[in-house]
């Protein structure tokens, strides 16, 4: 049995899911997943504490062994970006204090482990992965969809 | 009595200071300084733990009320500087998880504060610290003399 936690890095929306894999089993289960939100009336530094705590907090409940979060590239936003990677240093550094292997799942890994194919468009990995895995929630958003993809990659990459 | 941290960001030398003034000295005194290094043969969250770790050690040890860290702009190696976003997301996360208030020094503030002239060069910067602070050490490296530049930041900008 293998669980790892998926997260899509960001400050204002963070990604969050669990998802299992036994070996017997075909496919793999969504314990949890959520878009964990932050308010921008927040100062930057608490919103990363809220961000440390609720990594934690679900690294405690759910017990997995692997981190895999997406790789990070600049974009044109240069202030969103370097805050998006100081909120993704505090879950690597947090997920590395729980004693979790960290995995870096780059876009296109993350493209074919779900859909085969390296350039395929963000419409064509959402909708794959809600063909791979169960989904029980009436509306999971983009966000947890794209932290499931993203754990998706590192099973995918573990059985290669 | 105020205590301040002072952190020059980055992953493989953080410079790190601690700096007190109390309300009667004409001078900010340095009680520690240290560039903390961290070696390239581990992997990133190795890294990440270390820094996070030592942050947390000198904070418990000292008991700043503020960390003062310098604001990190882009610049030709992408790879570096996320790195030390993600870095800099550590130290302002375990430093707002004990309670300090965060002041965010950017260069132009860390040239008036010391020289004077939002044009400074590093060297000028350099040379300032040397005479508004006594160093007992023989050999402070430059990233601890940034260090201590970006606590004075912090003293000079609460003045103001």
Known sequence: MTRILGIDPGFERLGIAILEKNKSDK???VLFSECFKTSAKLE??????LIGDEVKKIIKKYKPEILSIETLFLN???KTVMHVAEARGVVIYESACSGL?????????????TTGY???????????????????????????????????TAFACMRG
């Open 76 to 78: 044109t936003n240069q």
């Open 101 to 113: 292997k960290i995995f870096e799942a780059s876009p296109p890994q993350i493209k074919i482990a």
């Open 27 to 29: 496919k793999e289960t």
């Open 44 to 49: 930057f530094n608490e919103r990363l504490v």
């Open 118 to 152: 390296g350039k395929a468009s963000k419409e064509q990995v959402m909708k794959m992965v809600k063909i791979l895995v169960d989904l029980d929630k009436n509306k999971t958003s983009d966000d947890e969809l794209d932290a499931i993809a993203i754990a998706l």
